[in-house]
């Protein structure tokens, strides 16, 4: 019994030791944003006065109210062009009966092998020729087509739990299948249509190399690139570099708080970050 | 239900948007991209047929891309297990019932909903080698850190340490959902055995979590080949060339120098690498995945 304990009170010591590893650079990141130039080159943990200084210099620093807003912008019609389509192919997949549906769905998840580098290069070339380089179109209209194979994927995972009854039935009433989608089966699929819509905030809200290409006039600019920019400097200003952060962070760690059921279900389910 | 021609047609008509999708920027860029990797291309003017040129100057003269091979395998192999690991660690340290284990769930996780450019910038500080968290911490116990980023030798562990830090809660709950499937009286038999949590560990939540852990080996890979944003942002390569990375070397090519044929090929020659990796896995996995048939969901 008393080894017992005092094995339990050794693990517990051990997990507190391992949630200071992940929580201590969040703290240490905070507190630099909120120092005083003078005393970042000073290895004291906590600053004298607490200040907002550098939040105030980051908008001189880079025009990070139209970055913000075009992240926003492009985040914001990425996720209703992805949750819009996965649901729509989904539904395909999940609810209806088909010729070739099943083979059709094997591919879809195939493609999922297929590396983005093959690809890249010709769909720049695509965009190029089109005219929409230094455009948010290229960030925004694919996400109308599919939303990517896992989201589908993802959607059809759950829309394949909708009982068949209940869509035969709305089929003998007459509905069309345009409305048994749009009233009776998106309405139930809210836990995965917020997943998916979590994810794609994620993967748009932090997307450097997509910005990167297709973004190369300063004033397109998302915050990710900005960030980008602000740490390349030959001197970096760390405060201020760090309160960027923070605040980019923070939409991520409000929703991670808000949604964290979805958040966790995405994240057990696709693993999908980088 | 049966299908009927009109069902065929709306089936297809609701997949839809995914096959344009794919025709336009999947199956058409599979064929160009193939074309481009034969050709000089510098997208200003039209490709240029040239045969295996790119081919044999990558593979012969390119010493560039051999650093790039090496960097990024280093950092895969090292990379990989160090996360499977750690996380599988973790999980089965918050998988027993103890005091307040949920909340510590939650704070490992934390930092994985951190990536790409903020990662990046905030590690960036934290493994400054003067003022830096890290060494500060070190420091504390009384042991001098490395130079991290701006020491070729350190530069590839300080991103892996960064990636653990950053993947490991998030691998963490899928190792624990695995484990919390393994059913209890396997446990029990070794328990009357006289069995202790080793033993338990290497004769039941092992080989029951193998094929998840399998999947992770082969995602984990895929996903360590791909590095690229945190060598863009932390070190542009350097030093030394010592984090020239793959993808960075490859989008150097395309992007920087507009050499749209040789890229093309560096991005084929990782697709064949990344195939090779995975078929080695598969074949290796006979060795030590137990698929328990028909128990496991």
Request: aromatic share 18%; with cysteine; charged share 10%.
């Amino acid at each position: 019994m008393m080894q017992r304990q005092r094995e339990s009170s050794l693990i517990f010591i051990l997990m507190v030791v391992i949630a200071l590893f992940f929580l201590l650079p969040f703290l240490w990141v905070l507190l630099t944003s909120l120092k005083p130039e003078a005393e970042v080159f000073s290895r004291n943990f906590l600053p004298t006065t607490l200040q907002f200084d550098n939040y105030l210099q980051l908008f001189h620093k880079i025009p990070f109210l139209l970055f913000l807003r075009n992240s926003v912008f492009i985040t914001v019609i990425s996720v209703i062009g992805v949750t819009l389509s996965s649901s729509l192919v989904g539904y395909a997949f999940g609810c209806m009966n088909w010729r070739g549906r099943n083979s059709l769905f094997y591919f879809v998840i195939a493609t999922m092998m297929l590396p983005m580098q093959v690809t890249m290069i010709p769909v720049f070339v695509i965009f190029k020729e089109i005219g929409w380089l230094n455009s948010f179109k290229p960030l925004t209209v694919p996400m109308f087509l599919g939303g990517g194979a896992f989201n589908i994927f993802l959607m059809r995972q759950f829309f394949m739990t909708v009982p068949g009854s209940l869509l035969d039935a709305a089929r003998i009433d007459g509905c069309s299948e345009l409305a048994i989608y749009w009233k009776i089966v998106l309405p139930l699929a809210k836990p995965a249509l917020a997943t998916v819509a979590i994810l794609t905030f994620m993967f748009t809200w932090n997307d450097f190399l997509g910005p990167l290409i297709y973004l190369s006039d300063k004033a397109k600019g998302t915050l990710a690139l900005g960030l980008g920019q602000l740490a390349g400097q030959q001197q970096p200003e760390w405060a201020v570099l760090m309160a960027a952060s923070v605040l980019m962070m923070l939409p991520v760690i409000v929703i991670f708080f808000l949604f964290q059921k979805y958040f966790i279900q995405g994240f057990t389910m696709s693993g999908i970050k980088e | 239900m049966k299908t009927s021609r009109k069902n065929t047609l709306w089936g297809y008509l609701f997949a839809s948007p995914w096959i344009v999708g794919f025709l336009i920027f999947g199956l058409y860029p599979i064929f160009a991209s193939f074309y481009y990797s034969l050709c000089q291309y510098d997208v200003l003017r039209i490709p240029q047929f040239v045969g295996l040129r790119n081919y044999r100057e990558l593979l012969f003269q390119d010493h560039y891309f051999y650093s790039a091979v090496w960097n990024t395998l280093f950092y895969t192999f090292i990379r990989s297990p160090l996360v499977i690991i750690g996380s599988l660690a973790l999980a089965l340290i918050v998988s027993r019932a103890a005091r307040g284990v949920k909340f510590f769930r939650t704070i490992y996780f934390i930092p994985s909903i951190i990536s790409g450019v903020i990662l990046s910038v905030l590690w960036l500080w934290l493994l400054n080698p003067q003022y830096g968290l890290i060494n500060s911490a070190l420091q504390f116990f009384g042991l001098q850190g490395p130079l991290w980023l701006i020491d070729p030798s350190w530069s590839k562990p300080a991103i892996i340490l960064m990636n653990i830090w950053s993947l490991g809660g998030g691998r963490m709950l899928v190792f624990l959902a695995a484990i919390q499937n393994v059913p209890t009286h396997y446990y029990e038999a070794v328990e009357m055995d006289g069995g202790g949590w080793w033993a338990k560990f290497t004769n039941v939540t092992l080989p029951f979590i193998s094929p998840v852990l399998f999947l992770w080996f082969i995602l984990e890979v895929i996903f360590s080949l791909q590095v690229f944003v945190e060598a863009y942002v932390m070190t542009k390569g350097g030093p030394l060339n010592s984090t020239l990375f793959y993808n960075l070397y490859l989008y150097n090519k395309a992007f920087d120098d507009f050499d749209m044929g040789y890229a093309s090929a560096l991005a084929w020659l990782l697709f064949i690498l990344a195939g090779v990796i995975t078929f080695v896995q598969f074949r290796l996995s006979k060795r030590w995945v137990y698929y328990s048939g028909g128990a496991e969901k």
